[in-house]
T-cell receptor
C-alpha cells in the first residue's frame, strides 16, 4: 500500500524565482518509482519528472529538479526560474513496479508576474 | 498527432443510463489505465490492462467494466449511472508498467 501527503495546498512564486513543492510518502513496496505531474487549467495531466527509487542521484529535467530523500520518504520538486506557464496544480505520485500510481492531494502553484 | 485520445470529451446524461468512454493510444504502449478525478481533484486509479490482460482492478462498483479489444484501445463502460459517478475520467498509457504514464485529455462526465 502507498500513501502520499502534499502538505502545501497552495504555493505562490514570483516569475523568475525558485519554488519548492513538498511531498512525503509511505510505501510497502521495495521496488517503486516517483513522479511529479502538473495539471494546468486545461485539465491535461502532464508528466514533469520521474525518479527511480533505487537511484541515489536526483532527477533533473531542465528547470525542474527533485530532492529525493529515500530514508525520510521525501520527494520534493524544485522549480527554478519560474515562468507564468508553470502555474498549475502539481501532483506527487509514487508508483509500483506494476504501474499503480497513488496521487497526492495536489498543490496549486500560482506564478506572479 | 494526439498520443492518447478519449471520446467524448464531455458527456452529460441522466441517472440510470448506460454510457461508454473510448480511449485510444498511438504510442505503441503495452499498458493502459483508467483514472477517476473527483470534484476535489483527487485522482485515483480504477483499472489497468497490460497486453489486454487486466492487472489492476481497484475497488470499483461492478457497474464499471473496462474492455480492451486490442493493445491500443481501452474502453470504459458504465451501467446504471448514478449522481456520484460525475467526475473527470482519464485514460493513460505507458510503455511498461513501471514507466511514466501519458494521459489523455480527460472526459468530463456529468450525471443529472
Amino acid at each position: 500500500a502507498q500513501t502520499v501527503t502534499q502538505s502545501q495546498p497552495e504555493m505562490s512564486v514570483q516569475e523568475a524565482e525558485t519554488v519548492t513543492l513538498s511531498c512525503t510518502y509511505d510505501t510497502s513496496e521495495s521496488d517503486y518509482y516517483l513522479f511529479w505531474y502538473k495539471q494546468p487549467p486545461s485539465r491535461q495531466m502532464i508528466l514533469v519528472i520521474r525518479q527511480e527509487a533505487y537511484k541515489q542521484q536526483n532527477a533533473t529535467e531542465n528547470r525542474f529538479s527533485v530532492n529525493f530523500q529515500k530514508a525520510a520518504k521525501s520527494f520534493s520538486l524544485k522549480i527554478s526560474d519560474s515562468q507564468l506557464g508553470d502555474a498549475a496544480m502539481y501532483f506527487c505520485a509514487p508508483g509500483t513496479s506494476y504501474g499503480k500510481l497513488t496521487f497526492g492531494q495536489g498543490t496549486i502553484l500560482t506564478v506572479h508576474p | 498527432d494526439t498520443a492518447v485520445s478519449q471520446t467524448p470529451k464531455y458527456l452529460v446524461t441522466q441517472m440510470g443510463n448506460d454510457k461508454s468512454i473510448k480511449c485510444e493510444q498511438n504510442l505503441g504502449h503495452d499498458t493502459m489505465y483508467w483514472y477517476k478525478q473527483d470534484s476535489k481533484k483527487f485522482l485515483k486509479i480504477m483499472f489497468s490492462y497490460n497486453n489486454k490482460e487486466l492487472i489492476i482492478n481497484e475497488t470499483v462498483p461492478n457497474r464499471f467494466s473496462p474492455k480492451s479489444p486490442d493493445k491500443a484501445h481501452l474502453n470504459l463502460h458504465i451501467n446504471s449511472l448514478e449522481l456520484g459517478d460525475s467526475a473527470v475520467y482519464f485514460c493513460a498509457s505507458s510503455q511498461e508498467t513501471a514507466y511514466e504514464q501519458y494521459f489523455g485529455p480527460g472526459t468530463r462526465l456529468t450525471v443529472t
